[in-house]
């Protein structure tokens, strides 16, 4: 079901403070927050940027005011923030961050007493209460008391290295570069792999809301640096996060960057190789490289919309072992059903000391996809009828998860989908085929552009 939300976007509220986000407004859905959990201690915590520290006291203020008490994290990467909320006993936890965001921006992520995001359906009853006023005005006597929570990221290494096998680890003394990208995850990777030991080379390592080293978000173009270091360092592996650390983007030994699929694929069948039959999880717009991996080890794929809420959800509803997005997020439910750039890393350091093959040699070996993708301007309030409009005059087997998918053979598909955030249409397909691929791409490209001018132009015909 799709829940209309008016703050709420695919991770939580987002904005630029003074702008749009507003500190009158951030207390009075703090204060709303505090009533939909109705009990405390509420943890709270934030990423490296410069609204983080104020945005956080405001976010404590309105707690307070419903009459929760609060224990401050501070800085934290989000996995680490979530980890102590589900292993510390919280009853819900709150993390100021816009994750892989430029600068400027910054956010509101609400986190369940199970440490995973709250449910579309309840980011929704938060905006009700927010609306309706109905929030809970403690009395003088009766607002909640604040104190400082200490041990968020002690808690959150050990948690993480309680799932791998740290002596097979140990023996194997990696060499890695890691790149926080001034990040938060800056102040618990570098500790957590060289008590592994791993002979570390942190690069963009100090935390810095200005992101100055290569910008907040882990692609392969902005990685160039982390490809150089692990060349020149002659590292096993290169491991970058996205600003608030839930994300994780490797590097091979040879200094080619790869992109969250892949990687992933190699990690869901070393898991499922030991745990077949098991259920992974994945957004609509992933590879099938997943179902390929998970066939092989006689497991089962359920892809649901895009968004990492949806996919923690999903697990959590159908109790799955594995959740993955291409983007590098990567979900292991045995720690927690929410995604983790230092988690990934250490069961990818796990994989690597048992597979004993160098990262490339090992991705090598899985089947190559081609992928392709596209965007066209499209105005927010045409979107809804333009997406129709594609679907009337697209062809082959459709599914409807989110946008329009449309599979021109066993293999071929291509995804067309309004953007959540951006007045834009996305195109994105694959293919084993690259012939074909381009075929497809330009088709519904062609088609996407031709329904836009045709609604633009006043008239469904
Ligand atoms: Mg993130």
Redesign the pocket.
């Known amino acids: 079901m799709i829940v209309e939300r008016r703050f709420f976007g695919t991770n939580g509220i987002r904005g630029i403070l003074g702008k749009d986000l507003m500190l009158d407004f951030i207390i009075e859905i703090s204060q709303s927050i505090g009533t939909y959990f109705d009990k405390g201690p509420i943890l709270i915590g934030y990423d490296g940027r410069f609204s983080s520290p104020l945005i956080s006291k405001a976010v404590s203020a309105g707690i307070m005011a419903s009459g929760l008490d609060v224990m401050e994290a501070n800085l934290t990467p989000?996995p680490g923030l979530q980890c102590a909320v589900k292993k510390l006993g919280y009853k819900g936890g709150l993390m100021i961050t816009a994750?892989?965001n430029p600068p400027q921006y910054n956010g509101i992520k609400v986190v369940g007493s199970d440490g995973v995001e709250i449910s579309r359906e309840d980011e929704a009853k938060i905006e009700r209460i927010y609306f309706d006023k109905s929030y809970r005005k403690a009395d003088w006597k009766c607002i909640g008391n604040c104190t400082q929570e200490n041990s968020v990221i002690r808690n959150y290494i050990k948690s993480v290295l309680s799932h791998v096998d740290i002596n097979a680890i140990k023996k194997r003394e990696f060499r890695v570069v890691l790149d926080p990208g001034n990040g938060a995850a800056a102040i618990a990777a570098p500790y957590a792999l060289s008590s592994l030991g791993c002979k570390v080379l942190t690069i963009n390592g100090h935390v810095d809301g200005d992101f100055p080293g290569r910008g907040p978000e882990p692609t392969p173009s902005t990685l160039s640096g982390l490809s150089d270091a692990v060349k020149s360092y002659n590292a096993d592996v290169g491991i970058a996060y996205?600003?608030?650390g839930?994300?994780a983007i490797f590097c091979d030994e040879k200094g080619v960057i790869h992109w969250g699929d892949r990687t992933g694929a190699l990690l869901l069948d070393y898991i499922l190789s030991k745990n077949q039959g098991s259920l992974v999880i994945t957004t609509v717009s992933t590879s099938q490289i997943v179902d390929f991996v998970a066939e092989k080890n006689n497991s089962k794929v359920l892809r649901t919309r895009v968004g990492s809420v949806d996919v923690s959800r999903a697990m959590i509803e159908n109790n799955a072992l594995l959740g993955l997005e291409e983007n590098g997020g990567f979900f292991y439910a045995p720690h927690m059903q929410t995604r983790d750039g230092l988690m990934t890393s250490v069961l990818m350091l796990e994989a690597l000391s048992f597979i004993n093959k160098p990262l490339s040699e090992i991705l090598d070996t899985f089947p190559k996809f081609y992928q392709r993708k596209a965007k066209f301007d499209c105005p927010n309030e045409i979107k809804k009828i333009v997406m129709e409009e594609i679907e009337r005059k697209s062809f082959g087997r459709v599914e409807k998860i989110d946008g329009v998918k449309i599979w021109a053979d066993e293999s071929t598909w291509v995804l067309l989908r309004p953007s959540g955030t951006e007045p834009l249409i996305r195109v994105f397909g694959e293919s084993k085929d690259a012939d074909k691929l381009d075929e497809l791409i330009d088709k519904y490209s062609s088609i996407t552009k031709e329904s836009i001018e045709k609604i633009k132009r006043g008239g469904l015909g």
């Open positions: 989000t994750s892989h996205d600003g608030d839930d994300r």
